[in-house]
């Protein structure tokens, strides 16, 4: 059964750091791109980092870091000097190529972690 799921959300100061985890099952991680998502209260979910099959990366948010471990079938998803406008629930999903982040580009998503970011 196709899986993914987030794990390392949390409650952080403005200015603290935290890691995401996207750990993935049931197909062949290696083939694909993984792509990171948020979406806060009331808004549309948006793109924010996206790392290929070739371990080509982008980010949005130059504070975010994008990597992944093929040997753990995880991405991972560093960010750093947070602030509060990032809190949002975060998404990891599986593409094809890392060709932007339309949503229709994405075609299994996991069920989202909490990153709340508040002093």
């Known amino acids: 059964q196709l899986q993914l799921v987030e794990s390392g959300g949390g409650l952080v100061q403005p200015g603290g750091s935290l890691r995401l985890s996207c750990a993935a099952s049931g197909f062949a991680f290696d083939y694909y791109a993984i792509g990171w998502f948020r979406q806060a209260p009331g808004k549309e979910r948006e793109g924010v980092s996206c790392?290929?099959?070739?371990d080509d990366a982008d980010s949005v948010k130059g504070r975010f870091t994008i990597s992944r471990d093929n040997a753990k079938n995880t991405v991972y998803l560093q960010m750093n000097s947070l602030k509060p406008e990032d809190t949002a629930v975060y998404y990891c999903?599986?593409?094809?190529?890392?060709?932007?982040?339309?949503?229709?580009?994405?075609?299994?998503w996991g069920q989202g972690t909490q990153v709340t970011v508040s002093s």
């Open positions: 790392i290929s099959s070739s």
């Open positions: 999903a599986r593409g094809y190529y890392c060709s932007g982040y339309a949503l229709r580009e994405y075609d299994y």
